[in-house]
C-alpha cells in the first residue's frame, strides 16, 4: 500500500527478492536518489547495494527519462528480474525510491539490522503529483524545537512526498535565528522567563505562569545542516522571519525597532501584542539586513516576511508614523502596511527572490498594490486566496478551517491535548480540494498548491507536536498529491492504505495520535 496513493497501480504476478548481492545503477541524475535508496534500505536489511559493475546487469535502476509527463513524475516497474525507477527529473526518481520503499515489510523502516527475507511485489506504477507546492508549516518561536526533531520532520515530510518546509522563526515570544549583525535577536528575544499554563482565552486576571525560563536559537551552523539536509531529500526550506508584526522578540532585544510607547520585552503569553514595528528608515534597514542574512542562509527562491495579524493601535498615536502616512500621501494604516510590504517584496525582488506574505498583506489596496511576483498564502480562509489569483498573484492555500494542525482532532476536548481551538479531523483533512470551485482555469493556474500548519502555542515537545501532525499529515500528502474527488468511499479506502502505513511511522518512533 503506497501513500499518497499513486495516480496509477497495477499488481504484476511474483515478486523481486533483495538480497546481499542485489546491485544498483544509477545515471548521474539520479546519484542523489540513489543516496537515497541506500538510506532507506540499508539499516534495516545490512545490505551494501553496492554499485553494478562494468556493462553487467543491475537488479535495480534508477534513471531519468525525460519523456515521462510533468515534473516529479515517476515510473516505478517491479519484476521478478529486477527493478526499475525512472523520473522526469532527478525529484522524480527519489519519488520513485519513496514509493518502493513503502512496497517492503514496515520493519524496512527500522534503523537496526532486522533479519528476515526481503520480497518486493511486482507492480506496474506511473505517478506524479497534481500540485507542486505541498508544504508543512513548523512553528519554532512559540515553543523551541531542537534541531534533532526538525531533522526527523523532513524526512517524514520525504517519506510523504512533500516537498516544502516552511520554517516559522520568529514571535513575539521569542526570536530563533541568529545573526551576526544583530547579536541580541538571540542573547535577548531567544528566551523568556516563564510561560502562560492553559489558554490566553479568558481573563487576565486568571492568567497563571509556570515560572520555568524557556528558549533556544539556531546557529547558521545549525540552519546550513538543516537546509542540506532538506536539499538531498527534495525538500525545499522557506524560511519566515514574520514583520512588522509579530515583533515583540526583536524589539525587546533593539528596542529602538518599536514606537517607544512602553517597554518591550519577550512575551510571556499568547495573542497578538499590540507593539510592532515603527516605519523609519533605519528600521527598514533592520529588517533587509535580516533578509540579507536569511537569503545567505536559504537559498531557497521563495522568502515568507509575514505581514499578519499586525495592530494598527501604536501606529495610530505615533507622531512618526503618522507623518509617514502623510509624506507618501497614504489614506489609513491599512496602507501603510502595504507600502510597508512593497518596500520588503522590492528587496527581496532585488535578490533575485521572492516575496510571500500571509493574506494580510492584500490588505490596503488588494492585488494591484502589490508586486506581481509576491506570493500570497491565504490563511483566514481561502477568500484571501480567491481574491489574489483572481488579482493575478500566485497563492498557497493554507486555510485554518481544514489544515490548521494545531485544532483538536476530537469534538470531545477533554479527551485532547488543550489546543488552541477549532476542530480539524483526520475525514476533514483528506477531503481538502487546494482549488475552489469559484475560480475559473484561468485564475486555478495561480494556485501552486497548499500546506498544513502547526503552531505550537499549545504544543511544548516534539512528541507532542507528533501527535498534532501524523497521522492528518499522512491525510494531507494525499489531498496535495492526488487528483481525485473526495467523499466517504475513498476516504474509506484512505484508512484502509493510512492502517498498514501507521506501522511503518511506529518503526521510525513516531508519536502519532491513534485513529478513532
Known amino acids: ?18 538480497t546481499s548481492s542485489t546491485t544498483v545503477r544509477a545515471d548521474e541524475p539520479s546519484a542523489q536518489a540513489a543516496r537515497a535508496l541506500r538510506r532507506a534500505l540499508t539499516p534495516a536489511t545490512g545490505f551494501a547495494l553496492d554499485d553494478a559493475s562494468g556493462d553487467g546487469a543491475a537488479a535495480i535502476t534508477l534513471r531519468v527519462d525525460t519523456s515521462l509527463a510533468g515534473p516529479e513524475a515517476y515510473r516505478l516497474t517491479v519484476t521478478p528480474e529486477g527493478v526499475e525507477i525512472a523520473g522526469s527529473d532527478p525529484s522524480g526518481v527519489f519519488y520513485g525510491v519513496q514509493s518502493l520503499r513503502q512496497l517492503l515489510p514496515a520493519e524496512i ?30 512553528d519554532v518561536a512559540r515553543h523551541f524545537m531542537p534541531k534533532e526533531f526538525v531533522l526527523k520532520l523532513i524526512d517524514l515530510l520525504a517519506v510523504h512526498k512533500l516537498n516544502v518546509f516552511h520554517f516559522h522563526l520568529t514571535e513575539d515570544q521569542g526570536w530563533r535565528l541568529a545573526s551576526e549583525k ?23 486576571s486568571e492568567f497563571t505562569f509556570d515560572g520555568r525560563p524557556h528558549g533556544g536559537y539556531y ?107 502623510k509624506s507618501l500621501g497614504l489614506a489609513d494604516e491599512n496602507a501603510l502596511q502595504a507600502w510597508f510590504t512593497t518596500q520588503l517584496a522590492a528587496h527581496v525582488a532585488d535578490r533575485g527572490r521572492r516575496f510571500v506574505g500571509w493574506d494580510e498583506v492584500l490588505e490596503g489596496g488588494g492585488p494591484a498594490n502589490l508586486p506581481k511576483d509576491v506570493v500570497v498564502m491565504s490563511w483566514r480562509s481561502e477568500e484571501g486566496g480567491i481574491e489574489a489569483a483572481r488579482g493575478g498573484l500566485d497563492v498557497v492555500m493554507a486555510p485554518c478551517q481544514t489544515v490548521y494542525f494545531d485544532y483538536y482532532q476530537s469534538e470531545d476536548k477533554d479527551a485532547e491535548p488543550l489546543a488552541i ?26 494556485v501552486l498548491g497548499a500546506q498544513c500548519q502547526l ?62
Open 219 to 325: 546557529t547558521q551552523d545549525d540552519i546550513r545542516e538543516i537546509v542540506a539536509y532538506a536539499q538531498e531529500r527534495f525538500v525545499t526550506v522557506v524560511p519566515e522571519i514574520d514583520m512588522p508584526g509579530h515583533m515583540l522578540a526583536a524589539i525587546a532585544a533593539y528596542p529602538e525597532l518599536g514606537n517607544g510607547l512602553k517597554p518591550a520585552e519577550v512575551w510571556t503569553r499568547w495573542g497578538i501584542s499590540e507593539q510592532v514595528l515603527n516605519v523609519e528608515d533605519s528600521t527598514l534597514d533592520f529588517c533587509r539586513d535580516i533578509l540579507d542574512e536569511v537569503m545567505s542562509l536559504f537559498p531557497s527562491p521563495l522568502v515568507h516576511c509575514g505581514g499578519d495579524e499586525c495592530p494598527k493601535a501604536e501606529w495610530k498615536v505615533s507622531p512618526a508614523a503618522q507623518e509617514r502616512m
Open 421 to 446: 481551538g477549532g476542530f480539524v479531523p483526520l475525514e476533514k483533512v483528506y477531503n481538502y480540494r487546494p482549488i475552489p470551485g469559484e475560480l475559473d482555469a484561468e485564475a486555478s493556474r495561480h
Open 455 to 516: 503552531w505550537t502555542e499549545y504544543v511544548p515537545t516534539p512528541e507532542h507536536a507528533e501527535y498534532m501532525l501524523f497521522p492528518r499529515v499522512c491525510a494531507f500528502a494525499e489531498a496535495v498529491w492526488r487528483d481525485e474527488t473526495g467523499g466517504v468511499e475513498e476516504y474509506s479506502a484512505f484508512l484502509d492504505r493510512l492502517r498498514p502505513h501507521l506501522a511503518r511511522l511506529d518503526a521510525v518512533g513516531v508519536n502519532y495520535r491513534k485513529l478513532d
Open 182 to 204: 544583530y547579536p541580541r535577536l538571540t542573547e535577548v528575544g531567544a528566551y523568556r522567563p516563564e510561560t502562560l499554563v492553559g489558554h490566553a482565552h479568558r481573563p487576565e
Open 1 to 18: 500500500m503506497i501513500l499518497p496513493k499513486p495516480q496509477q497501480f497495477e499488481r504484476l504476478d511474483g515478486a523481486f527478492q533483495l
Open 109 to 138: 523502516f527500522s534503523t537496526t539490522t532486522v533479519e528476515r527475507q526481503w520480497e518486493i511485489p511486482a507492480v506496474a506504477v506511473v505517478d506524479r503529483p497534481r500540485f507542486g507546492w505541498r508544504g508543512t508549516m513548523l
